[in-house]
């Protein structure tokens, strides 16, 4: 992996860690009250889990409206914010979210999901950064009520290839 996909996927795996999550209160939306909390995260380049992790930082999310679903947060490496996001239901689509994320590295973050399928719930879009356009997948495989991890790809000549894992535990 080159530096600058190394750097380009340690910014996306930080995405997760800022959500704004709003969308009307249905069945499926509510189940993204489990992200409402504060979280740990440990980040790895690629999906080896054995060594040290290369990042840890910090993710809160909290609910900012009582009508709809609508969780605000942030992620803070060395206590400092690193991304802020919003996440909203798609008013044509009422089983799609969609997802825009700024990075503290002036990244931009575009997504969308169908939602929870079981114990997991995809991501996929792009992230522009300069002139350059990456597209990228998120999956988040729930393991428990206070614990997920979140595998990250970009695609590569048309093949999806980890780029990095993180292990996200509630504090």
Known sequence: MTVCCKYISISFALILSVCTICTTATAQNTALDFFVGNWALKVWSGNDTVQKPDITAQWKLEKGLDSVLCLLGNVKIKGSDYTREFITQSPNIKTQYIRTIITNDGSTI????????????TWTGTQVQGEKTIQLKEEIHR?????????????????????????VEKI
């Open 110 to 121: 575009k997504l969308t999901s169908s939602g929870w399928q079981d114990k997991l719930l």
């Open 143 to 167: 393991l428990s009520n206070k614990c997920f991890i979140a595998a990250f790809f970009i695609l590569n000549n048309g093949k999806w290839v980890q780029t990095q894992t993180e292990l």
